[in-house]
C-alpha cells in the first residue's frame, strides 16, 4: 500500500512559526512510495511522522558524498513480465547496454512503441570513507513505476513518474564487494493513474494515437533522470524551507530547518552578501528549528536582475560543524492584488511558452546542454516565463531558470482527467496527484523562479448529455478534485498562487477555485481554423466575458497552430509559418489591450513527438516556433520582436 505519513512541517506551519501567516497543519499526505516489511533503515522523525528521502536534492560537501551513477547500464525487456519470477534481479540473461538517463523508446526498434516492463541492472562500488555515514539509493525519475532490489534483496515500490524518490540502503551497504542495482520500470497507461490511460484500451476518439494514451505527447518510459549513491552523517539536516518577503528596501529571510530522528542541539544559517555574511543560530528542538536573517538593502530577484543569495544551514557540536546543506535563494514575493499578479509588490506580465522534455534520441531523457540551449532560445525571444507542461521537469531546469531569471508555473502530471469517468478512478486520481503535488511542493518550493502550482491541465467532464447540458455529475467530481487540490497547495505553501491550465469549452464552474485564471483557446485552429479575424473577435469576447465572470488575472495558458518548418503562403494559411506567425501576434496583441491579462504562454516551445494518429504528421505535434531540432520558425522572430525591450 503506497501510504505514509507526512515527511514534515508545512509552509503554512512555518510562516505561523515565524509569525508571517496562521493556520492547521497539514493532514497526513498519501506519499507513493512503499518499503519492503522489515527493510526500512530510517528511524523515524519527530512528532511521530516518517521522513521520505529523496525530495532534498543531495549534494556532494565536506560531511556529505555524491556518487552519480549516470552512463551503460545492462538493459532487458520483459515482455512477458516474468522476470522476477525469474530472479533477474540478481542478473539479466540477455542485457544489452542503455544510457541512464534516456529513455528507451528512441533508443531500439523492438522498443519503439514498448511501454511495458523492462530492467536495468548496474555493479557498481559503496565507497568504503562512507563506512559510518547513512546511504541512500535516489533515482531522479523513472516513469511510470519502478521496483528496485540491491544485492538481490527488495527495497520498494515507487509509482509515479518525473519527481525523485530514495530508498536508505545503510544496513545493506557492502563496501568490500561490489553492489547490484537492479530496477524493473514499467510506463503501462492504466485508467486510475495519473495521468490516467484510456479506460478499457479505448484511445481519444478522432485523436486517438498509437500507443493509445489520454493526452497528446509521447508516453516515454524508463529511467529519464539520474541515479546516485549519497549519503549524510548519521544526523543532518533532512529539510529546509525558505521564505522570503520585503520590508521598503530589505529583505526578510525565514529558514525552517529539519534535522532528523528529532534531534536537539544548536545549528546556525548563514546568507552570504556582497558585504559579507549574515547569520543566524539556529537551536532545534525535537529535530525543528525556525529563525529569520535581515538582508540590507538587498538584491531582489527578477527576470531581468535574477540575483541569487548562498544559504548554508549547519548543525553544530561544540561550536563546529558536523554537517552542512547549501542552496541558493532570491529575494521575491508573489502574489495576486485584484486582477493583477505583482512580483516584488509589482504588476507582472508573463511572456512565455509551454514546453516539453522532448528531443532526438534521448526522448525526455535529462540532457543538461540541450536545456541551457533552450534557456538562451527563450532569452533571445524575450521570453520570461514558461510553464512545465506536463509534468514536472527536472531539477536543473528548475536552478537555470532561478540563474537566468525564468518565471516557472509547476505542474504535476494530471493531464487527461476526465470527470466523466468512473469514481473509483476519481479517488484514485486525487490521492495520486495530492501524492504528486506534495512531493513536488517539497522538492521545488525553495526555487525562487517558481511562482504558481499548477494542478491540472485541460481537465474534462466527459460529453455533454443529451440535449447540450453539461454533464452535471463530472462538473461536481470536477469541482471536488479542484476544492481539495487548491487547499491542499495552499496548505504546504500558502505564498504561491495555484492556477490549472482550463480547456476550451470546459466547464468554467471550476475556475472560481483558484487564484489565477489559466485558459487554453484554439480559435484560428481547431474552431474557425483558417478566419483569423474572427478568431481575434472570440478570443476577445471570451477574455472579456471569463474576466466579468471571475474578476481575477487571467493567463492564456495555451494557444497556437501547427505549422509545416519551411512552407509559406500568401495570403497566409493554415500550417503555412506566415498563418502561425499571424495567429500568435493577433492573440498578443489582444491580450496587451487587457489589463487583467497577466500573461500569454504559446503553445509551444518547440515541436515535440506524439503517438501515432492521423492528425500528426510524422508523429509530431508542430506547433512549436522551434523545430524539434530547435530552429527558428518564422513566429520566434514574431515573438522576439514583440517581447525583446531593446
Given at each position: 500500500?503506497?501510504?505514509?505519513?507526512?515527511d514534515g512541517?508545512?509552509r503554512?506551519d512555518?510562516l505561523?512559526g515565524?509569525?508571517?501567516?496562521s493556520?492547521?497543519?497539514a493532514?497526513s499526505?498519501?506519499?507513493?512510495?512503499?518499503v519492503?516489511a522489515?527493510?526500512?533503515?530510517?528511524?523515524a522523525?519527530?512528532?511521530?511522522?516518517?521522513?521520505?528521502?529523496?525530495?532534498?536534492?543531495?549534494?556532494?560537501?565536506e560531511f556529505?558524498?555524491l556518487?552519480?551513477?549516470s552512463?551503460?547500464?545492462?538493459?532487458?525487456?520483459?515482455?512477458?513480465?516474468d522476470?522476477?519470477?525469474?530472479?533477474w534481479f540478481n542478473?539479466?540473461?540477455a542485457?544489452?547496454?542503455?544510457?541512464?538517463?534516456?529513455?528507451?523508446?528512441?533508443?531500439?526498434?523492438?522498443?519503439?512503441n514498448?511501454?511495458?516492463?523492462?530492467?536495468?541492472?548496474?555493479e557498481?562500488w559503496i565507497p568504503?570513507?562512507?563506512?559510518?555515514?547513512r546511504?541512500?539509493l535516489?533515482?531522479?525519475?523513472?516513469?511510470?513505476?519502478?521496483k528496485?532490489?540491491l544485492?538481490?534483496e527488495?527495497?520498494?515500490?515507487?509509482?509515479?513518474?518525473h519527481?525523485?524518490f530514495?530508498?536508505e540502503i545503510?544496513?545493506k551497504?557492502r563496501?568490500?564487494?561490489?553492489?547490484?542495482?537492479?530496477?524493473r520500470?514499467e510506463?503501462?497507461?492504466?485508467p486510475?493513474?495519473?495521468p490516467?490511460g484510456?479506460?478499457?484500451g479505448r484511445?481519444r476518439?478522432?485523436?486517438?494515437?498509437?500507443?493509445?494514451t489520454?493526452?497528446?505527447?509521447?508516453?516515454?518510459a524508463?529511467?529519464?533522470?539520474?541515479?546516485a549513491?549519497?549519503?549524510?552523517?548519521?544526523?543532518h539536516v533532512?529539510?529546509i524551507t525558505?521564505?522570503?518577503r520585503?520590508?521598503?528596501n530589505d529583505?526578510?529571510?525565514?529558514?525552517?530547518a529539519?534535522?532528523?530522528?528529532?534531534?536537539s542541539?544548536?545549528?546556525?544559517a548563514e546568507?552570504?552578501?556582497?558585504?559579507?555574511?549574515?547569520?543566524?543560530?539556529l537551536?532545534?528542538?525535537?529535530?525543528?528549528?525556525?529563525?529569520?536573517?535581515?538582508?540590507?538593502?538587498?538584491?531582489?530577484?527578477?527576470?531581468?536582475?535574477?540575483?541569487?543569495y548562498?544559504l548554508?544551514?549547519?548543525?553544530?557540536?561544540s561550536?563546529?560543524?558536523f554537517?552542512?546543506?547549501s542552496?541558493?535563494?532570491?529575494?521575491?514575493?508573489i502574489?495576486v492584488?485584484?486582477?493583477r499578479?505583482?512580483?516584488?509588490?509589482?504588476?507582472i506580465v508573463?511572456?512565455?511558452v509551454d514546453?516539453h522534455?522532448?528531443?532526438?534520441?534521448h526522448?525526455k531523457g535529462?540532457?543538461?546542454?540541450?536545456?541551457?540551449?533552450d534557456?538562451?532560445?527563450?532569452?533571445w525571444?524575450?521570453?520570461n516565463?514558461?510553464?512545465?507542461s506536463h509534468?514536472?521537469?527536472?531539477?536543473?531546469?528548475?536552478?537555470?531558470?532561478?540563474?537566468i531569471g525564468i518565471?516557472?508555473?509547476?505542474e504535476?502530471?494530471?493531464v487527461?482527467?476526465?470527470?466523466?469517468?468512473?469514481?473509483?478512478?476519481?479517488?484514485a486520481w486525487?490521492a495520486?496527484a495530492q501524492?504528486?503535488?506534495?512531493?513536488?511542493?517539497?522538492?521545488?518550493?525553495?526555487?525562487?523562479?517558481?511562482i504558481?502550482w499548477?494542478v491540472?491541465?485541460?481537465?474534462?467532464?466527459?460529453?455533454?448529455?443529451?440535449?447540450?447540458?453539461?454533464?452535471s455529475q463530472?462538473?461536481a467530481a470536477?469541482?471536488?478534485?479542484?476544492?481539495?487540490?487548491?487547499a491542499?497547495a495552499?496548505?504546504?505553501?500558502?505564498?504561491?498562487?495555484v492556477?490549472f491550465?482550463s480547456?476550451?469549452?470546459?466547464p468554467?464552474?471550476?475556475l472560481?477555485f483558484v487564484d489565477?485564471?489559466?485558459?487554453?483557446?484554439?480559435?484560428?485552429w481547431?474552431s474557425?481554423?483558417?478566419r483569423?479575424?474572427?478568431?481575434?473577435?472570440l478570443?476577445?469576447?471570451?477574455?472579456d466575458?471569463?474576466?466579468?465572470r471571475?474578476?481575477?488575472?487571467?493567463?492564456l495558458?495555451?494557444?497556437?497552430?501547427?505549422t509545416?518548418?519551411?512552407y509559406?503562403?500568401?495570403?497566409p494559411?493554415?500550417?503555412s509559418e506566415?498563418?502561425q506567425?499571424?495567429?500568435?501576434?493577433r492573440?498578443?496583441?489582444?491580450a496587451e489591450?487587457?489589463?487583467?491579462?497577466?500573461?500569454?504562454?504559446v503553445?509551444?516551445f518547440?515541436d515535440?513527438?506524439?503517438?501515432q494518429n492521423?492528425?500528426?504528421?510524422?508523429?509530431m505535434?508542430?506547433?512549436?516556433v522551434?523545430?524539434?531540432?530547435?530552429?527558428?520558425?518564422?513566429?520566434?522572430?514574431?515573438?522576439?520582436?514583440?517581447?525583446?525591450?531593446?
Amino acid at each position: 500500500m503506497d501510504s505514509g505519513e507526512n515527511d514534515g512541517i508545512t509552509r503554512r506551519d512555518f510562516l505561523k512559526g515565524v509569525g508571517m501567516a496562521s493556520g492547521a497543519a497539514a493532514s497526513s499526505p498519501l506519499l507513493n512510495l512503499t518499503v519492503a516489511a522489515g527493510e526500512a533503515d530510517a528511524p523515524a522523525a519527530s512528532a511521530g511522522r516518517t521522513h521520505t528521502p529523496g525530495a532534498m536534492r543531495p549534494q556532494q560537501n565536506e560531511f556529505r558524498n555524491l556518487l552519480d551513477l549516470s552512463g551503460l547500464w545492462q538493459f532487458q525487456l520483459d515482455t512477458k513480465n516474468d522476470g522476477e519470477q525469474a530472479r533477474w534481479f540478481n542478473g539479466l540473461p540477455a542485457p544489452q547496454p542503455i544510457p541512464v538517463p534516456a529513455s528507451w523508446n528512441e533508443l531500439f526498434d523492438d522498443a519503439a512503441n514498448y511501454l511495458g516492463f523492462a530492467w536495468y541492472s548496474l555493479e557498481t562500488w559503496i565507497p568504503k570513507a562512507w563506512e559510518g555515514q547513512r546511504v541512500f539509493l535516489r533515482v531522479y525519475s523513472a516513469t511510470y513505476a519502478a521496483k528496485l532490489w540491491l544485492n538481490g534483496e527488495l527495497l520498494g515500490e515507487h509509482k509515479g513518474g518525473h519527481l525523485p524518490f530514495a530508498f536508505e540502503i545503510t544496513a545493506k551497504a557492502r563496501s568490500n564487494q561490489s553492489t547490484r542495482i537492479a530496477i524493473r520500470v514499467e510506463n503501462l497507461q492504466k485508467p486510475d493513474r495519473v495521468p490516467p490511460g484510456p479506460p478499457t484500451g479505448r484511445g481519444r476518439g478522432f485523436f486517438s494515437s498509437y500507443p493509445p494514451t489520454t493526452y497528446d505527447f509521447f508516453p516515454y518510459a524508463g529511467i529519464d533522470r539520474q541515479v546516485a549513491l549519497y549519503s549524510c552523517p548519521s544526523t543532518h539536516v533532512e529539510d529546509i524551507t525558505v521564505t522570503t518577503r520585503i520590508e521598503g528596501n530589505d529583505g526578510r529571510v525565514a529558514v525552517a530547518a529539519r534535522a532528523t530522528g528529532g534531534w536537539s542541539g544548536k545549528g546556525r544559517a548563514e546568507i552570504v552578501t556582497d558585504s559579507g555574511p549574515v547569520s543566524a543560530d539556529l537551536v532545534f528542538v525535537r529535530g525543528e528549528a525556525r529563525s529569520e536573517l535581515r538582508l540590507p538593502s538587498a538584491h531582489f530577484w527578477t527576470p531581468d536582475h535574477p540575483h541569487l543569495y548562498p544559504l548554508t544551514v549547519s548543525l553544530l557540536e561544540s561550536g563546529q560543524p558536523f554537517d552542512a546543506y547549501s542552496l541558493h535563494l532570491g529575494v521575491r514575493t508573489i502574489a495576486v492584488q485584484g486582477d493583477r499578479l505583482l512580483l516584488n509588490n509589482q504588476p507582472i506580465v508573463l511572456h512565455g511558452v509551454d514546453k516539453h522534455e522532448d528531443f532526438p534520441l534521448h526522448g525526455k531523457g535529462l540532457c543538461v546542454p540541450q536545456l541551457v540551449r533552450d534557456c538562451q532560445l527563450l532569452k533571445w525571444m524575450g521570453a520570461n516565463a514558461y510553464r512545465t507542461s506536463h509534468y514536472p521537469y527536472s531539477e536543473e531546469a528548475m536552478e537555470l531558470a532561478d540563474r537566468i531569471g525564468i518565471l516557472i508555473l509547476d505542474e504535476i502530471p494530471a493531464v487527461g482527467l476526465n470527470f466523466a469517468r468512473s469514481e473509483q478512478d476519481i479517488q484514485a486520481w486525487t490521492a495520486m496527484a495530492q501524492s504528486q503535488l506534495r512531493d513536488l511542493i517539497a522538492r521545488d518550493k525553495n526555487h525562487p523562479s517558481v511562482i504558481m502550482w499548477s494542478v491540472a491541465n485541460e481537465p474534462g467532464a466527459g460529453p455533454h448529455r443529451p440535449g447540450g447540458q453539461p454533464n452535471s455529475q463530472a462538473v461536481a467530481a470536477g469541482a471536488a478534485y479542484f476544492t481539495k487540490m487548491v487547499a491542499l497547495a495552499h496548505e504546504l505553501d500558502p505564498t504561491r498562487p495555484v492556477i490549472f491550465a482550463s480547456v476550451q469549452g470546459g466547464p468554467e464552474e471550476w475556475l472560481k477555485f483558484v487564484d489565477v485564471i489559466g485558459i487554453n483557446r484554439y480559435f484560428g485552429w481547431y474552431s474557425v481554423g483558417g478566419r483569423l479575424h474572427l478568431a481575434e473577435t472570440l478570443l476577445a469576447k471570451d477574455l472579456d466575458a471569463v474576466h466579468a465572470r471571475f474578476s481575477k488575472p487571467i493567463i492564456l495558458t495555451e494557444f497556437g497552430a501547427d505549422t509545416i518548418s519551411g512552407y509559406h503562403s500568401q495570403p497566409p494559411e493554415m500550417w503555412s509559418e506566415d498563418y502561425q506567425a499571424d495567429l500568435l501576434g493577433r492573440y498578443v496583441d489582444v491580450a496587451e489591450k487587457r489589463p487583467f491579462m497577466a500573461g500569454t504562454l504559446v503553445w509551444c516551445f518547440a515541436d515535440f513527438r506524439t503517438g501515432q494518429n492521423i492528425i500528426r504528421a510524422e508523429g509530431m505535434n508542430q506547433k512549436g516556433v522551434f523545430t524539434r531540432d530547435r530552429r527558428p520558425k518564422r513566429a520566434a522572430h514574431l515573438l522576439r520582436s514583440r517581447w525583446r525591450k531593446s
